[in-house]
């Protein structure tokens, strides 16, 4: 299966749409803000609109046909929605010339359009000077000094950098990898994934009106050990011992009668358990038992799985945009390394995930797969960290 990579805040954007249920039919309401006036109204009566800032919109149309679906998207590619286009039967996304990105995709058996529309981040963009933490000083600074600094710490930062040809982006990735960004490396297109020496975690993606997005945490920050360093060649040998060549008798004192000591028991070490998971590595392989944490980690917030196989539950929440929820939900059937199935009971509505990892008997990626085949990947994060945050929420039960 292959995976589909776009921003982690869209990629949450999408799993917020499967989340939500339907609910009852009422009356869609179009709000005329500036997001909303920057899409048509769905030709549809129904709906409503599940979150409204002053950054994202997000609506669902119910009672919607294929018709309605495309027709939608028609008006929306006629208000400029056409830059970086990505469709297929049941899903839409593209930018407009300001930097405003949309996704829509329609759901057949409920008959629902789900719309999301996010502020450009392009009116923030401003020359600026690039960090001076350590962690920043790792990598190259970009050849353009146009953007915004998201946040940043001497832990990581998330930095938009504009005025960013394809050309630009293509070099810089290369750049990076020089500077030693080779371990656990994986590249593509439009993003790069790697990690130095000192355990940093650089993230590049090509993003849209000649965009890139910039993100770095050292591995204390996402709960990760650093990687093991390999010994330099250049490191002094161990001198042997030789041993001087006599010239004549040495004379020595009688041998000292000594009591031979009682044999001691080497104490046993049990393996050690990984910092994702309540098992060593060896077990967590496996896939099937113990406890797992998982995380995406986007430029505004963090989505997290929790694998609980000792309890038999699957728990799905995030961090940082204020949601106070977490949904559990019961493991029906598998494990990790064939497909594990979830499935949500809302109402008169089911819906079915899956999740596996990424490569049998690799737990370092987990792949999350939705009731419409998208597929997210996930990187394992410190168990006690997620435990922490997941005590913090409302449990929700489906």
């Not at 869609?28 to 002053?54: C, M, Y």
């Not at 970009?142 to 710490?153: A, C, L, R, V």
């Not at 005025?163 to 030693?180: H, L, M, P, R």
């Amino acid at each position: 299966m292959k995976s589909k990579r776009i921003a982690a805040l869209f990629l949450a954007l999408a799993l917020i749409f499967t989340l939500v249920g339907c609910g009852s039919s009422k009356a869609l309401r179009w709000p005329d803000s500036t997001l909303g006036d920057r899409l048509p109204a769905p030709p549809v009566k129904n709906g409503e609109i599940i979150v409204e800032t002053a950054d994202i919109l997000h609506a669902r149309a119910v009672d919607a046909s294929e018709k309605h679906y495309q027709r939608f998207i028609e008006d929306c590619e006629d208000r400029g929605f056409t830059i970086d286009s990505k469709s297929d039967n049941y899903s839409f996304s593209a930018y407009d010339e300001d930097g405003y990105f949309i996704e829509v995709r329609y759901t057949k058996s409920s008959e629902t359009i789900d719309i999301s529309i996010n502020a450009s981040i392009e009116g923030d963009f401003a020359e600026f000077s690039w960090p001076k933490s350590e962690i920043a000083g790792s990598i190259p600074v970009p050849k353009s000094s146009i953007g915004t600094i998201s946040w940043e710490s001497e832990n990581g930062f998330v930095i938009y950098v504009g005025e960013t040809s394809k050309e630009d982006y293509d070099d810089y990735v290369n750049q990076c990898y020089d500077a030693g960004f080779t371990i656990d490396y994986s590249k593509g297109d439009d993003y790069f994934r790697g990690v130095n020496e000192a355990g940093y975690h650089l993230n590049l993606d090509y993003k849209w009106n000649q965009t890139m997005f910039v993100r770095m945490d050292t591995a204390e920050a996402l709960g990760k050990e650093p990687p093991e360093k390999t010994p330099s060649s250049e490191e002094p040998s161990v001198p042997t011992e030789t041993t001087p060549t006599q010239t004549k008798p040495v004379e020595t004192d009688p041998p000292i009668e000594t009591s031979t000591p009682e044999p001691t028991e080497t104490p046993s070490t049990e393996p050690e358990r990984v910092s994702y998971s309540t098992n060593d590595y060896e077990t967590a392989k496996k896939g099937n038992s113990g406890v797992f944490s998982y995380v995406d980690r986007g430029a505004n917030y963090d989505i997290y799985w929790i694998i609980d196989f000792d309890a038999g539950y699957v728990y799905y929440f995030t961090e940082g945009n204020g949601e106070e929820s977490c949904d559990r939900l019961a493991i029906e059937s598998g494990d990790l390394n064939d497909v594990l199935i979830i499935t949500y009971h809302d109402g008169g509505d089911e819906w079915s995930y899956g999740l596996h990892f990424n490569y049998k008997n690799n737990p370092s990626k987990l792949i999350m797969q939705d009731n419409n085949g998208f597929e997210y990947e996930y990187t394992t994060t410190d168990l006690t960290k997620a435990l922490e945050l997941r005590d913090g929420k409302t449990i929700r039960d489906y």
